[in-house]
T-cell receptor, first 110, second 113 residues
Framework: GQSLEQPSEVTAVEGAIVQINCTYQ??????LSWYQQHDGGAPTFLSY????GLEETGRFSSFLSRSDSYGYLLLQELQMKDSASYFC???????????FGKGTTLSVSS | NAGVTQTPKFQVLKTGQSMTLQCAQD?????MYWYRQDPGMGLRLIYY???????DKGEVPNGYNVSRLNKREFSLRLESAAPSQTSVYFC????????????FGPGTRLTVT
């Protein structure tokens, strides 16, 4: 089956850089994606990695190493508004739905 | 475009009551999903519909039924609500089941007493 592990909480200060790790176990791999969810809100898609390497989208970057079954989300120049939960996700065995990790709560302080 | 809409936003039920959560999308997406979110448990898939006319069970389907009414609408029914079904329910859609980019609705906060 599929399983994902990510830290439950991360704290950082404004302007800093933070890395949120995700390790996964899957019977078939179709890529790793990341979602952001502000408290009480809907999850929103951030990024997707199908191949090894770094994908950059503004202040956010996502990395994948398929040989290590590992990826991370890198947030630079942290702002208070980045305080949220971040979820990694992989496709299920049938390849038709997403399985999410339990989420990492990021708290950014001034 | 409204994206994904869900009704109601909040609901309180007594144990044993039934209700249907409604979801609609206006993005012409083929695939739709129902998740529940509990503290510390992340998003868990209840049911999904890869395309109009098909539905499949997810990780936690017990106690729920779904209907893909048409391409736009995907409803979730609780036939006999239980306190364990107290949760936040999110509906989502994607262009196709193979897509990693899902669009989520605002959620329904359900309490069963």
């Amino acid at each position: 089956g599929q399983s994902l592990e990510q830290p439950s909480e991360v704290t950082a200060v404004e302007g800093a850089i933070v890395q949120i790790n995700c390790t996964y176990q899957t019977s078939g791999f179709y890529g790793l994606s990341w979602y952001q969810q502000h408290d009480g809100g809907a999850p929103t898609f951030l990024s997707y990695n199908a191949l090894d390497g770094l994908e950059e989208t503004g202040r956010f970057s996502s990395f994948l190493s398929r040989s290590d079954s590992y990826g991370y989300l890198l947030l630079q120049e942290l702002q208070m508004k980045d305080s949220a939960s971040y979820f990694c996700a992989v496709r299920d065995q049938a390849g038709t739905a997403l399985i999410f990790g339990k989420g990492t709560t990021l708290s950014v302080s001034s | 475009n409204a994206g994904v809409t869900q009704t109601p936003k909040f609901q309180v039920l007594k144990t044993g009551q039934s209700m249907t959560l409604q979801c609609a999308q206006d993005m012409n997406h083929n695939s739709m999903y129902w998740y529940r979110q509990d503290p510390g448990m992340g998003l868990r898939l209840i049911y999904y519909s890869a395309s109009e006319g098909t539905t499949d069970k997810g990780e936690v389907p017990n106690g729920y039924n779904v209907s893909r009414l048409n391409k736009r609408e995907f409803s979730l029914r609780l036939e006999s609500a239980a306190p364990s079904q107290t949760s936040v329910y999110f509906c989502a859609s994607s262009h196709r089941g193979a897509s990693h980019e899902q669009y989520f609705g605002p959620g329904t906060r359900l309490t069963v007493t």
